[in-house]
């Protein structure tokens, strides 16, 4: 199921066209929609477990935000595995969790709304719209972490660089220029919006789920 998301789909694209010749075989142009695929499958996987942990009384806010992580880093390593950028799973861990927590800093909305969340658990009222909250809060960060993560791709490879060739400093560091750049604020309202928009007319259930890839490398 897909939730469509004009800023993914056009990352997407832009990426599929500013690939080097050694990483076009491993994704061209036409294979632009299975990026976007993935990253909504993640996104919307984490939202799932957004609703889950929304329900449970007063530990809503902190397990969402935890759970986020683990969809973040696979996502990106599936990312990079569909392309052929050959980052291994503790280079993307710590990417992944450099972004979220920079969302996390950042990001007014997504720290508003894990507070409202894990207060609405604590009064033992109100768990409907918690769990809703953190379903809308955990898509949003891990969509734009996604997004985020295609414009630093972008930006690598029209500067003539190859991730593969960086440290992981060096990829935090860029990414945070990346962020610095974005209205990261607008991005999770719009996303939030949009899950919630969705929700709401059924075109999703809150109850799809993706399998995360294994810790081991």
Same mark, same amino acid.
């Given at each position: 199921?897909?939730?469509?998301?004009?800023?993914?789909?056009?990352?997407?694209?832009?990426?599929?066209?500013?690939?080097?010749?050694? @990483?076009?075989?491993?994704?061209?142009?036409?294979?632009?929609?299975?990026?976007?695929?993935?990253?909504? !499958?993640?996104?919307?996987?984490?939202?799932?477990?957004?609703?889950?942990?929304?329900?449970?009384?007063?530990?809503?806010?902190?397990?969402?935000?935890?759970?986020?992580?683990?969809?973040?880093? %696979?996502?990106? @390593?599936?990312?990079?595995?569909?392309?052929?950028?050959?980052? %291994?799973?503790?280079?993307?861990? %710590?990417?992944?969790?450099?972004?979220?927590?920079?969302?996390?800093?950042?990001?007014?909305?997504?720290?508003?709304?894990?507070?409202?969340?894990?207060?609405?658990?604590?009064?033992?009222?109100?768990?409907?719209?918690?769990?809703?909250?953190?379903?809308?809060? *955990? @898509?949003?960060?891990?969509?734009?972490?996604?997004?985020?993560?295609?414009?630093?791709?972008?930006?690598?490879?029209?500067?003539?660089?190859?991730?593969?060739?960086?440290?992981?400093?060096?990829?935090?560091?860029?990414?945070?220029?990346?962020?610095?750049?974005? *209205?990261?604020?607008?991005?999770?309202?719009?996303?939030?919006?949009?899950?919630?928009?969705?929700?709401?007319?059924?075109?999703? !259930?809150?109850?799809?789920?993706? !399998?995360?890839?294994?810790?081991?490398?």
């Amino acid at each position: 199921m897909m939730i469509n998301s004009g800023m993914l789909h056009m990352a997407a694209h832009v990426l599929a066209k500013e690939l080097p010749k050694a @990483y076009r075989d491993g994704m061209k142009e036409a294979d632009a929609e299975e990026i976007e695929e993935i990253v909504n !499958t993640h996104a919307i996987g984490a939202a799932a477990a957004g609703l889950a942990a929304g329900w449970i009384p007063g530990a809503g806010g902190t397990a969402a935000l935890m759970a986020s992580a683990g969809f973040v880093w %696979s996502m990106y @390593y599936r990312i990079n595995k569909k392309i052929g950028i050959p980052l %291994s799973k503790t280079v993307v861990k %710590s990417l992944g969790a450099a972004v979220l927590t920079n969302l996390a800093g950042t990001a007014m909305a997504l720290v508003g709304g894990t507070i409202l969340a894990t207060v609405l658990s604590f009064t033992g009222i109100g768990n409907a719209a918690s769990s809703l909250i953190m379903a809308g809060l *955990d @898509y949003a960060v891990v969509l734009v972490s996604g997004v985020i993560y295609l414009k630093l791709l972008i930006r690598l490879f029209k500067a003539g660089n190859d991730p593969s060739d960086m440290s992981v400093e060096d990829l935090k560091s860029a990414a945070n220029h990346v962020i610095q750049a974005e *209205d990261v604020n607008q991005m999770l309202q719009n996303a939030k919006d949009s899950y919630k928009a969705a929700y709401k007319s059924g075109k999703i !259930t809150g109850k799809e789920s993706v !399998t995360l890839e294994n810790d081991d490398e």
